[in-house]
């Protein structure tokens, strides 16, 4: 069963006089409760997938059929009722808030928007939602300031997972963080993805974290997708040269991380 199929998808940028390809016809499915890990050097076109399928910017030519809809032609109620089905979590998402919010309202605000449990129960389910993060019920009530960037990012997984998504786009999501705490969060990833089936585009550079929570990893070079593959195997054995270059620039896997995606598929 496929739950993401993206068709052909192309995104062009221009200002003045620079004109950049920043997809070129690329193509990628995803299979629920799967990881598949994007990689490729900056610029090549990774956060505009992510943002398309995100639907924060329109694609110009190609498809996303998700869920079996017609992704890209969604549009007001349907669209905002389907959104809540893919979340995202990005590099200091909730760096982007107020700092003055508080945790609790930054989990308060997918519950109520997507209308995902009645009122009188909305603090009981940011308890619980803390609580599976690794995270004590009374940080609901701190600022969003007064957590550290490990916990920052248990709060944006807490809401990404608060709307019971079935794909999570994950855009240089541990990247800021001390490799030992990234080992954790990732740890945590795949725990909630065995128990939830929720699948992962887990966009990253570094290629040990991909290589520890993927069960896939497909490489970009210049808005094209040049190779998809089983992950030990790109890793092992690339048959691009643009994986061939990421994987020399690594001097050696880091540890402290999973080893391998939480199930095969
Ligand atoms: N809003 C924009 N306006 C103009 N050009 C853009 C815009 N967004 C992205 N680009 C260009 O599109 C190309 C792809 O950018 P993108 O951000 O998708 O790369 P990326 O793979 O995510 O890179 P990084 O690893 O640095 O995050 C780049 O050349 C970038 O400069
Ligand atoms: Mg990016």
């Known amino acids: 069963m496929t739950l993401l199929e993206i068709e052909r998808l192309s995104k062009r940028f221009s200002s003045g006089s620079r004109d950049v390809a920043a997809l070129n016809d690329v193509s990628l499915s995803l299979a629920p409760a799967e990881t598949l890990g994007l990689v490729?050097?900056?610029g090549?076109?990774?956060s505009t997938l992510a943002?398309?399928?995100?639907?924060?910017?329109?694609?110009d030519g190609g498809a996303i059929r998700f869920?079996?809809?017609?992704?890209?032609?969604?549009?007001?109620?349907?669209?905002?009722?389907?959104?809540?089905?893919?979340?995202m979590v990005f590099q200091d998402v909730l760096g982007a808030f107020n700092p003055r919010a508080t945790?609790?309202?930054?989990?308060?605000?997918?519950?109520?928007?997507?209308?995902?449990?009645p009122k009188a129960d909305r603090r009981r389910e940011i308890a619980a939602l803390l609580d599976r993060v690794g995270l004590p019920a009374d940080y609901a009530?701190?600022?969003?300031?007064?957590?550290?960037?490990?916990?920052?990012?248990?709060i944006a997984i807490a809401r990404a997972i608060a709307t019971q998504p079935s794909l999570i786009v994950l855009d240089e999501a541990v990247s800021a963080l001390d490799v030992s705490i990234r080992g954790k969060i990732l740890e945590l990833l795949v725990e909630l993805q065995r128990e939830r089936g929720i699948a992962y585009l887990f966009v990253s550079h570094d290629l040990s974290v991909l290589r520890a929570v993927s069960h896939r990893i497909a490489v970009m070079d210049a808005g094209r997708l040049v190779e998809t593959g089983?992950?030990?195997r790109v890793i092992e054995n690339p048959h691009s040269a643009a994986a061939h270059a990421l994987i020399a620039a690594v001097p050696r896997l880091v540890t402290g991380i999973p080893q391998g995606p939480s199930?095969?598929?």
């Open 44 to 46: 090549s076109g990774k």
């Open 51 to 59: 943002r398309i399928l995100m639907r924060l910017i329109p694609a």
């Open 67 to 87: 869920e079996g809809e017609d992704w890209l032609s969604l549009s007001g109620a349907d669209l905002r009722r389907r959104r809540a089905r893919i979340q």
């Open 230 to 232: 089983a992950a030990g």
């Open 103 to 117: 945790v609790g309202s930054v989990l308060d605000d997918p519950l109520r928007i997507h209308n995902i449990v």
């Open 141 to 154: 009530d701190r600022s969003i300031r007064d957590v550290s960037g490990g916990q920052r990012q248990r």
């Open 40 to 42: 490729g050097a900056s």
């Open 263 to 265: 199930h095969d598929l």
